[in-house]
T-cell receptor, first 112, second 115 residues
Framework: SQQGEEDPQALSIQEGENATMNCSYKTSINNLQWYRQNSGRGLVHLILIRSNEREKHSGRLRVTLDTSKKSSSLLITASRAADTASYFCATDPQGGSEKLVFGKGMKLTVNP | DTAVSQTPKYLVTQMGNDKSIKCEQNLGHDTMYWYKQDSKKFLKIMFSYNNKELIINETVPNRFSPKSPDKAHLNLHINSLELGDSAVYFC??????????????FGEGSWLTVV
């Protein structure tokens, strides 16, 4: 069953701006992951945040997790044209048989 | 070195045909997956194998049959292809199935078009 819902569905920004993508989910989770998919390619893991963590950084990426609101956000700072891709959140539900449940993805376009 | 490789990348075939997609991972992972991504980019797990044993078998028509000859390979065979089978099929792997927090490594996808 679908778990994560990214918001917005599509975002277009200028190079250098920050991009924020949100993900909401429905059930309790063990962790939440963000993946990137470039056009015509496979998904690539970006960052994982555990349910007992509130914020995590990796380079220009900042992920937050609010388990009370069942939501997460991915912030990409100082965006580059190469960041143009679809971004997916994926949740590891507690007690679920499915290890990762992916959202529908969000298309980010960074204009040079 | 490609971590998860799948072939073919593109496949165009007629309805009713039988086709296979092959997948290999050189990461030494115990768990492999098949995902289907539809035209709306929705990614749905189909199967998961751990050490050659079937762990997850989602509601997938039995025309789809996975086969894992060893833990580094997970092939997908599709019988009697239908138009609705057109999608991108991703093979993936993770270190193991039991641990929470496993990262999934995806192949580049196989674009299947049924005409």
């Amino acid at each position: 069953s679908q778990q994560g819902e990214e918001d917005p569905q599509a975002l277009s920004i200028q190079e250098g701006e920050n991009a924020t993508m949100n993900c909401s989910y429905k059930t309790s989770i063990n962790n939440l992951q963000w993946y990137r998919q470039n056009s015509g390619r496979g998904l690539v893991h970006l960052i994982l945040i555990r349910s007992n963590e509130r914020e995590k950084h990796s380079g220009r990426l900042r992920v937050t997790l609010d388990t009370s609101k069942k939501s997460s956000s991915l912030l990409i700072t100082a965006s580059r044209a190469a960041d143009t891709a679809s971004y997916f959140c994926a949740t590891d539900p507690q007690g679920g048989s499915e290890k990762l449940v992916f959202g529908k993805g969000m298309k980010l376009t960074v204009n040079p | 070195d490609t971590a998860v490789s799948q072939t073919p990348k593109y496949l165009v075939t007629q309805m009713g045909n039988d086709k296979s997609i092959k997948c290999e991972q050189n990461l030494g992972h115990d768990t492999m997956y098949w995902y289907k991504q539809d035209s709306k980019k929705f990614l749905k797990i189909m199967f998961s194998y751990n050490n050659k044993e079937l762990i997850i078998n989602e509601t997938v028509p039995n025309r789809f049959s996975p086969k894992s000859p060893d833990k580094a390979h997970l092939n997908l065979h599709i019988n009697s292809l239908e138009l609705g089978d057109s999608a991108v099929y991703f093979c993936a792997s993770s270190q193991d199935y039991s641990g929470s927090g496993n990262t999934i490594y995806f192949g580049e996808g196989s674009w299947l078009t049924v005409v």
